[in-house]
């Protein structure tokens, strides 16, 4: 099977082959870090975390850039606020910090560079001295700008007519700027947001001081550590237009190269309708959601409608999201239990369960394939999970091989290919994580014989946010990770 993706470029989809046969030139759009990141966020995160796995697991050696926008007028907003710093750098390092350990507790594969905006001014600078010495660009009053009617293609990727364009940047921009579409690629002076105690941080050019436009970022970073063509460019939906087309021009402009070869582009969350945003104060952090649902219910609620469709938050879909990864993992913990069973015997066959699994592998290898459908995926795993639990319920001795099987299959495309955290992968510290939250357990329920309730409901939440869920039963307390 071949995997195809939805080429937002063409509009149509296509069988994926990248430049190299062996490798993968990957960039995704990075967070501007002037907030705590939310689920809005996470959504894209774990979709392009399942790519870069995915595409792993198709064999190709995957070279995987994702920025961070350290420079920016929503960064500047926040200089003085809360103690987050007194300059754009100190803000900026604040949630750069932040992100990282939001991005470590959703199980996310780590990308190859993380490259900052502040870090490459010079590589900025270089590419719009290119874009004015070849034509594309313009100086007035010490900003830089792309003449949008001096690139034939744009608009090639929304589908819009210059015509079409009516204004792009700042309305005080107007007055500098040949056409109204055209953007800004180096701002002259200081950023001064509204109420913000000061400018933002400035660097020397040829044009004097000022500070990079926000779509040059991008080219300029991705050309850096990738090259002049690329093969996969992700984003949000709501890049599309001007973010993305302007990487487009700027970057082929430039160079002379088709900037990416394939663009996907991760739909919204929304919320009541509107989309999950901190501007709009409509979201949900991704530590707060970590921390009550746990990091696998949070990727099996993401994972749960394929990247490219709008997805829906609610409490409901969280709900849903928390029991479908528990059928999961039981049925993960119940094979693996079967399998190391002394009834687990070598000449028990249960063809049943056996076809069931080899159909599962094949229908999610084709889900995959079909432009990352990871709705259709879990479906497949669900399966398996299904028939263990139908063989172990009705079978005295168990079909070892057939287990094995199964195992394998949670594993390698439920722990490699979607990246949840199954129990029982561990290798030799296993056995004292699994002393250390016996303890904590123990100690958990102490405190409820004591009548400390608000206590013990803190210990389950503690340790639901690294991934152990404890259950009290008729039978007891109950955990697993």
């Not at 780590?110 to 070849?134: F, N, W």
């Not at 941080?201 to 001081?209: F, K, L, Q, V």
């Not at 803190?458 to 955990?479: H, S």
Request: proline letters at 3%.
């Amino acid at each position: 099977m071949t995997l195809h993706v939805s080429n937002s470029l063409t509009g149509e989809r296509e069988p994926f082959e990248p430049q190299d046969p062996d490798s993968v030139l990957l960039y995704y759009c990075g967070l501007t870090v002037s907030d705590l990141a939310h689920l809005g966020h996470a959504r894209s995160w774990v979709h392009v975390d399942v790519m870069h796995r995915w595409l792993e697991q198709l064999g190709y050696d995957v070279r995987h850039v994702e920025n961070f926008t350290d420079v920016n007028e929503k960064i500047v907003a926040r200089v003085g606020e809360d103690e987050l710093g007194e300059s754009e750098p100190d803000v900026a390092r604040h949630f750069v910090e932040e992100v990282l350990t939001d991005m470590r507790s959703l199980n996310l594969k780590r990308a190859d560079v993380y490259p900052r905006v502040s870090e490459h001014v010079p590589e900025i600078v270089g590419m719009v001295e290119t874009l004015v010495e070849k034509g594309y660009a313009y100086e007035a009053n010490g900003s830089v700008y792309f003449d949008v009617s001096e690139f034939e293609e744009y608009g090639k990727l929304s589908n819009q007519s210059l015509a079409d364009i009516e204004q792009q940047g700042d309305p005080d921009e107007r007055s500098e700027k040949r056409n109204p579409a055209d953007f800004a690629l180096w701002k002259a002076g200081e950023a001064h947001p509204d109420d913000a105690p000061s400018g933002g941080e400035t660097w020397d050019s040829p044009w004097g001081e000022g500070r990079p436009g926000w779509h040059i970022e991008c080219s300029a970073m991705s050309t850096t550590h990738l090259g002049d063509s690329i093969d996969v460019h992700v984003g949000g939906r709501d890049l599309v237009f001007p973010h993305h087309e302007n990487e487009i021009a700027q970057s082929e402009a430039a160079t002379g190269e088709q900037f990416a070869s394939y663009w996907l582009h991760v739909d919204l969350l929304e919320t009541a309708g509107e989309k999950m945003s901190s501007s709009l104060e409509n979201y949900f952090t991704i530590r707060n959601a970590v921390s009550e649902f746990g990091p696998n219910a949070i990727r099996m609620f993401l994972l749960s409608a394929a990247y490219d469709n709008t997805q829906t938050y609610s409490e409901a879909a969280l709900d849903e999201a928390v029991e479908r990864w528990e059928r999961l993992e039981r049925g993960y913990r119940t094979a693996v239990d079967a399998a190391d069973d002394v009834d687990a015997r070598t000449k028990v066959e249960d063809d049943e369960l056996r076809d069931a699994v080899a159909e599962a592998r094949e229908e999610f290898a084709e889900a995959m394939n079909d432009n990352f459908n990871t709705r259709e995926a879990i479906a497949a795993l669900l399966s398996v999970a299904t028939a263990v639990h139908r063989h172990v319920d009705e079978r005295d001795e168990y079909d070892y091989r057939a287990l094995c099987d199964a195992v394998e299959t949670f594993e390698e495309f439920g722990g490699d290919a979607l990246g949840f955290a199954l129990a029982g992968e561990a290798d030799g510290t296993a056995r004292l994580a699994e002393e250390l939250v016996e303890l904590v357990v123990e100690v958990r329920e102490n405190e409820r014989e004591a009548g400390n309730y608000e206590r013990a409901d803190e210990l389950r939440d503690e340790l639901a946010a690294l991934g152990v869920t404890v259950e009290d039963t008729a039978d007891g307390v109950e955990y697993h990770f």
